[in-house]
């Protein structure tokens, strides 16, 4: 299935998969976070619940872990050894790209949050849920354990992997492939560690990706032959999750499902980049996914959730799937102004904020 690194294959299927991949995150806060079976029924409300919990409670599950994938891989993909003075410099690196965007995306939507009440209190408004979690909660509670831009959990979670990233390199240079026994068994059997930070999808995936690194393996090497069968024990295990929806089976086949379903994205991945237009404009994108991913919570879906449901039209099964799929268009469109905003006239703070993630550099062929 892997092979030895030797073009930069990989790379291309990997970057043109981020923004899919952010869409899929925006789609994951279209809907609660409470998971409900679904009817294989033809009426819209059960076409609705089965489109919004297919790709929002399950599909959408691979997204984060194929973040952690590819962290993993890249942090290790050009370490030879990773002695003090690599690592040193590795943690130097992640500073900037992981720390420092983690607590000012945190401060600043605890500044916005202030902000946007004492505007709504002073036109007599009502302050809202955020703002009093602000005030019932610790410091720790809002940069660490929450975050308080909980899908920053991701960021906190990879800022730990990068500290632990000595362990993960003494465990694959002297037990080979057979160290992944060690993260892949917690991550099947369910067992979490319950610190924050320290999630088994973190280090199953980062994990994975490390060892794919330090052995300089191809990843696009996965998408490369097999495709359909690839896809059919995607839809398989997809099929399981969804039907076990609700039940204590459902963790299981859904951590299942996860691997699988990154191979069918990194195969998706892989027809994409044969599309000359479809590559350059995701390439174009993938530069504003991190900015989206801190951004899109700070309001900007909650009252796009607001709006629509005060329309009678989406009280309805037609307007519930109108709705779904509106929503996150308009939530990506709305960032990615913000983001050509913040890139014209705050180039210095954007890059601050983002770590100093640059645009692609797309080279016509």
Same mark, same amino acid.
């Given at each position: 299935?892997?092979?030895?690194?030797?073009?930069?294959?990989?790379? #291309?299927?990997?970057? &043109?998969?981020?923004?899919?991949?952010?869409?899929?995150?925006?789609?994951?806060?279209?809907?609660? @976070?409470?998971?409900?079976? &679904?009817?294989?029924?033809?009426?819209?409300?059960?076409?609705?619940?089965?489109?919004?919990?297919?790709?929002?409670?399950?599909?959408?599950?691979?997204?984060?872990?194929?973040?952690?994938?590819? @962290?993993?891989?890249?942090?290790?993909?050009?370490?030879?050894?990773?002695?003090?003075?690599?690592?040193?410099?590795?943690?130097?690196?992640?500073?900037?790209?992981? %720390?420092?965007?983690?607590? *000012?995306?945190?401060?600043?939507?605890?500044? &916005?949050?202030?902000?946007?009440?004492?505007?709504?209190?002073?036109?007599?408004?009502?302050?809202?849920?955020?703002?009093?979690?602000?005030?019932? @909660?610790?410091?720790?509670?809002?940069?660490?354990?929450?975050?308080?831009?909980?899908?920053? =959990?991701?960021?906190? #979670?990879?800022?730990?992997?990068?500290?632990?990233?000595?362990?993960?390199?003494?465990?694959?240079?002297?037990?080979?492939?057979?160290?992944?026994?060690?993260?892949?068994?917690?991550?099947?059997?369910?067992?979490?560690?319950?610190?924050?930070? !320290?999630?088994?999808?973190?280090?199953?995936?980062?994990?994975?990706?490390?060892?794919?690194?330090?052995?300089?393996?191809?990843?696009?090497?996965?998408?490369?032959?097999?495709?359909?069968?690839?896809?059919?024990?995607?839809?398989?295990?997809?099929?399981?999750?969804?039907?076990?929806?609700?039940?204590?089976?459902?963790?299981?086949?859904?951590?299942?499902?996860?691997?699988?379903?990154?191979?069918?994205?990194?195969?998706?991945?892989?027809?994409?980049?044969?599309?000359?237009? $479809?590559? $350059?404009?995701?390439?174009?994108?993938? @530069?504003?996914?991190?900015?989206?991913?801190?951004?899109?919570?700070?309001?900007?879906?909650? =009252?796009?959730?607001?709006?629509?449901?005060?329309?009678? %039209?989406?009280?309805?099964?037609?307007?519930?799937?109108?709705?779904?799929?509106?929503?996150?268009?308009?939530?990506?469109?709305?960032? *990615?102004?913000?983001?050509? !905003?913040?890139?014209?006239?705050?180039?210095?703070? %954007?890059?601050?904020?983002?770590?100093?993630?640059?645009?692609?550099?797309?080279?016509?062929?």
């Amino acid at each position: 299935m892997f092979k030895k690194l030797t073009v930069n294959a990989s790379f #291309d299927v990997i970057e &043109v998969l981020r923004f899919p991949l952010m869409i899929l995150v925006v789609f994951i806060h279209v809907i609660p @976070s409470e998971i409900h079976p &679904v009817k294989l029924n033809f009426d819209l409300n059960s076409i609705y619940s089965l489109s919004s919990e297919l790709i929002s409670h399950h599909i959408g599950r691979i997204a984060v872990p194929c973040f952690f994938l590819f @962290s993993g891989y890249f942090f290790f993909l050009k370490i030879e050894a990773l002695d003090r003075r690599v690592y040193t410099t590795q943690m130097e690196k992640r500073l900037y790209t992981l %720390l420092i965007p983690y607590l *000012l995306w945190n401060l600043l939507f605890v500044i &916005v949050v202030l902000l946007k009440n004492y505007i709504f209190t002073e036109l007599g408004r009502s302050s809202d849920e955020m703002y009093s979690q602000i005030y019932s @909660s610790s410091f720790y509670d809002i940069f660490w354990r929450g975050p308080f831009v909980f899908p920053l =959990w991701y960021l906190r #979670d990879l800022i730990c992997m990068a500290i632990l990233s000595p362990g993960f390199y003494l465990l694959f240079k002297y037990t080979k492939g057979f160290g992944l026994l060690f993260i892949v068994l917690p991550y099947l059997l369910v067992w979490e560690p319950n610190i924050p930070g !320290l999630s088994s999808t973190a280090f199953m995936f980062f994990g994975i990706g490390a060892f794919a690194g330090q052995n300089q393996l191809d990843l696009g090497a996965i998408a490369h032959n097999h495709k359909i069968q690839k896809f059919l024990i995607a839809a398989l295990f997809l099929g399981l999750a969804t039907y076990y929806a609700v039940t204590p089976y459902y963790e299981f086949y859904i951590r299942l499902f996860i691997p699988f379903g990154i191979v069918a994205a990194l195969c998706i991945g892989d027809l994409l980049v044969n599309h000359k237009l $479809i590559k $350059i404009s995701l390439l174009r994108l993938s @530069s504003s996914v991190f900015f989206i991913y801190a951004i899109h919570e700070m309001y900007i879906i909650n =009252w796009l959730k607001g709006g629509f449901s005060k329309l009678q %039209l989406f009280s309805t099964g037609w307007g519930k799937l109108i709705a779904y799929f509106t929503i996150p268009v308009l939530c990506l469109l709305i960032c *990615l102004c913000f983001y050509k !905003l913040a890139k014209m006239f705050l180039p210095g703070l %954007l890059a601050i904020l983002t770590g100093g993630r640059k645009t692609i550099k797309v080279i016509k062929e």
